[in-house]
Nanobody, 124 residues
Framework: QVQLVESGGGLVQAGGSLRLSCAAS????????MGWFRQNPGKEREFVAR????????FYADSVKGRFTISRDNAKNTVYLQMNSLKPEDTAVYYC?????????????????WGQGTQVTVSS
């Protein structure tokens, strides 16, 4: 069982930045692949970014590539999402999720545990 708690969301103007954090419980955090997703009401949850357990590989959705950066600190059991040059269309609830080492994917179904989400609102 892994518990995830996101933080760092809020209201920001277009062009601004936010850094989301996701703190995980458990002693095996470093063995998990991590992902960030987002969702708006009435829409499906969409993939944002992922990072392999070792930290050596990352992958981003085209919509955030070049603006968002995923990183992790295994010593702190925490994964981050640095979001720069934010746009109103980035407004959503952002979720972090963990997947076992043998599933490195952008698909929701690959992830076993999810956080409760943190709201990000970007005003124009």
């Amino acid at each position: 069982q892994v518990q995830l708690v996101e933080s760092g969301g809020g209201l920001v103007q277009a062009g601004g930045s936010l850094r989301l954090s996701c703190a995980a419980s458990g002693r095996t955090f470093s063995s998990y692949n991590m992902g960030w997703f987002r969702q708006n009401p009435g829409k499906e949850r969409e993939f944002v970014a992922r990072m392999i357990a070792s930290g050596g590989s990352t992958f981003y959705a085209d919509s955030v590539k070049g603006r968002f950066t995923i990183s992790r600190d295994n010593a702190k059991n925490t994964v981050y999402l640095q979001m720069n040059s934010l746009k109103p269309e980035d407004t959503a609830v952002y979720y972090c999720a963990v997947a076992p080492r043998n599933r490195y994917s952008s698909a929701e179904s690959a992830y076993d545990y999810w956080g409760q989400g943190t709201q990000v609102t970007v005003s124009s």
